[in-house]
């Protein structure tokens, strides 16, 4: 933390003394924990996944739906014991899973809280909840340690990912980092319709945006062919989305069934969940 690389940003910066792109100092900022029962069936299950939301964010989406808590950094501070101490507290209320939500800059610290809950006997799966905008390096130190992973997958295009997301070579980072989290977990394992372990790659379908949407289909296909898919149609303009004319919009029944019609086309369509 005191020459912070644990994203692909590699601010450089010590993270004890300020924040760097993420907007947070070096400790977890946690800005809720609950019991969330509206994620993807296979994850929410009957009882619910167990959500802890970090406060921060290393992208900067223009249209992000929790900026209050990804760009403003509201939260409060915790310890990787403490985290621990809520990764317990969440199987004891019989979470399905733990689900880490915008963990990419807190890498380190979740490393050494999920070894102190495995420690102390927690079992469920551990699911990491991302933006895919993710260091290679990082993602390697996770390995064997999270069971689920759950990253978004936003374009196709490192053009938009900057005019969007301020992000950087989005595609290029996020389809390495996307590969890597395949190759540690591989297919979706399930058990009594709950996802145990694998890969599944969330799309959000942004107005006006079908082409590109169809090209991170393509490379799935191309790339993850086994991984779980998970079509999201829920956009609204928020946040500064309203400053973009082409994003302060909803997008339409007929371009999200274009995507799903691609998706059927070349054979994801049992993939999705």
Excluded at 105 to 117: D, G, T
């Amino acid at each position: 933390m005191k020459s912070c690389i644990s994203c692909p940003r590699e601010c450089d910066i010590d993270r004890e003394k300020e924040a760097g792109m993420c907007r947070v100092l070096r400790d977890p900022m946690v800005a809720s924990v609950m019991i969330h029962h509206w994620e993807e069936r296979p994850i929410s299950g009957k009882n619910g996944s167990g959500t802890v939301f970090f406060a921060g964010c290393n992208l900067h989406c223009v249209f992000c739906q929790n900026y209050d808590i990804s760009q403003f950094a509201n939260g409060t501070k915790k310890t990787p014991r403490q985290l621990a101490d809520i990764f317990i507290d969440l199987e004891k209320k019989g979470a399905h899973n733990v689900n880490l939500v915008t963990p990419s800059h807190f890498v380190l610290q979740i490393i050494e809280a999920i070894k102190y809950a495995k420690d102390d006997g927690v079992s469920i799966p551990i699911l990491y909840n991302t933006g895919g905008y993710d260091s290679l390096s990082s993602l390697r130190q996770l390995n064997g340690l999270i069971d689920i992973y759950m990253p978004d997958f936003k374009y196709a295009s490192d053009s938009l990912g900057q005019r969007y997301s301020n992000a950087p070579n989005y595609f290029r980072i996020a389809s390495v980092a996307i590969s890597e989290m395949y190759k540690q977990v591989g297919a979706p394992v399930m058990l009594n319709g709950l996802m145990k372990k694998g890969l599944l790659i969330r799309h959000l379908i942004l107005p006006g945006l079908n082409d590109d949407s169809i090209e991170v289909m393509n490379w799935i296909k191309a790339n993850t062919p086994l991984a779980g898919i998970s079509l999201l149609k829920q956009y609204n303009p928020q946040y500064r989305a309203k400053n973009y004319d082409e994003l302060n919009c909803r997008p339409t029944n007929n371009e999200f069934d274009a995507v799903i019609s691609h998706i059927n086309s070349i054979g994801l369509g049992e993939n999705l969940v």
